[in-house]
């Protein structure tokens, strides 16, 4: 049970499946496992919503771990957290979710929306119905997800249009990572798998423009694909 639900945690979709077989894997008294499971238990109960176990757990874990342990400051930050969260997740906000309808949502896949300050643009991916990879020259798409731009006019959206954009040599995968506020700048992701790196250009006449890789500070050898952006544009989140 324990491996199984290690298994499940080192996956990407999927780590929520692995809280039941950890559960099981601590009520048995005969197995041996890592007193980091709690930690690991924590950080599920917390995906899962479940604040006051993920309170508990992270609390076993800091009562087993020394204080010089990989995880001892992680697990004090994330009891605060899931204090937090039991905060905000007992309030209670009147809000109205409205679908932003056509030509933006269709019969089609449209997801990761990405919008200015102004709202007088919008960024979005879109996968159509029954489509396979593609590739226009040498404007590619993540799997087979178009990103696509659209103009707000007097309140209304117009016809979104495919974003194109040149990408670098033997890079065959992107998609949107982040929006500077003032909807010129924007952040792609490009790579695949457990190596994909974040790009800045900007947004010119329907193509991202002075696309370049961010400096190896931001990009490693591993997975960067997320950007939120300060409004003065100093601070970078990722």
Same mark, same amino acid.
């Given at each position: 049970?324990?491996?199984? /639900?290690?298994?499940?945690?080192?996956?990407?979709?999927?780590? @929520?499946?692995?809280?039941?077989?950890?559960?099981? #894997? *601590? !009520?048995?008294?005969?197995?041996?496992?890592?007193?980091?499971?709690?930690?690991?238990?924590?950080?599920?109960?917390?995906?899962?919503?479940?604040?006051?176990? #993920?309170? !508990?757990?992270?609390?076993?874990?800091?009562? $087993?771990? /020394?204080?010089?342990?990989?995880?001892?400051?992680?697990?004090?930050?994330?009891?605060?957290?899931?204090?937090?969260?039991?905060?905000?997740?007992?309030?209670?906000?009147?809000?109205?979710?409205?679908?932003?309808?056509?030509?933006?949502?269709?019969?089609?896949? &449209?997801?990761?929306?990405?919008?200015? #300050?102004?709202?007088?643009?919008?960024?979005?991916?879109?996968?159509?119905?029954? =489509? &396979?990879?593609?590739? *226009? /020259?040498?404007?590619?798409?993540?799997?087979?997800?178009?990103?696509?731009?659209? $103009?707000?006019?007097?309140?209304?959206?117009?016809?979104?249009?495919?974003?194109?954009?040149?990408?670098?040599? !033997?890079?065959?995968?992107? #998609?949107? =990572?982040?929006?500077?506020?003032? /909807?010129?700048?924007?952040?792609?992701?490009?790579?695949?798998?457990?190596? =994909?790196? @974040?790009?800045?250009?900007?947004?010119?006449?329907?193509?991202?423009?002075?696309?370049?890789?961010?400096?190896?500070?931001?990009?490693?050898?591993?997975?960067?694909?997320?950007?939120?952006?300060?409004?003065?544009?100093?601070? $970078?989140?990722?």
């Amino acid at each position: 049970n324990y491996k199984i /639900g290690a298994c499940y945690l080192n996956s990407r979709y999927e780590k @929520i499946k692995a809280l039941p077989y950890l559960e099981f #894997a *601590i !009520k048995d008294k005969r197995l041996q496992f890592p007193k980091v499971v709690y930690k690991d238990l924590g950080m599920l109960y917390h995906l899962d919503y479940q604040f006051n176990n #993920a309170i !508990k757990s992270f609390r076993k874990y800091l009562e $087993l771990a /020394g204080k010089n342990d990989q995880y001892v400051l992680y697990a004090q930050r994330m009891i605060e957290v899931c204090r937090n969260a039991i905060e905000i997740t007992n309030s209670s906000y009147d809000l109205e979710i409205e679908n932003v309808g056509y030509p933006i949502s269709t019969k089609n896949n &449209e997801f990761s929306p990405l919008i200015s #300050a102004d709202e007088t643009i919008m960024f979005f991916m879109r996968i159509e119905e029954n =489509a &396979e990879n593609w590739k *226009i /020259g040498r404007f590619e798409t993540q799997g087979n997800a178009k990103i696509m731009y659209s $103009l707000n006019n007097i309140g209304q959206w117009e016809e979104p249009q495919l974003l194109k954009i040149d990408l670098p040599e !033997k890079e065959e995968y992107v #998609a949107l =990572a982040g929006l500077a506020p003032d /909807g010129e700048r924007i952040f792609l992701q490009i790579g695949e798998g457990k190596k =994909a790196d @974040i790009y800045e250009g900007y947004f010119s006449d329907g193509s991202v423009v002075n696309l370049e890789k961010l400096p190896n500070s931001i990009n490693s050898k591993h997975w960067e694909g997320r950007v939120s952006i300060s409004p003065d544009g100093l601070t $970078l989140y990722f």
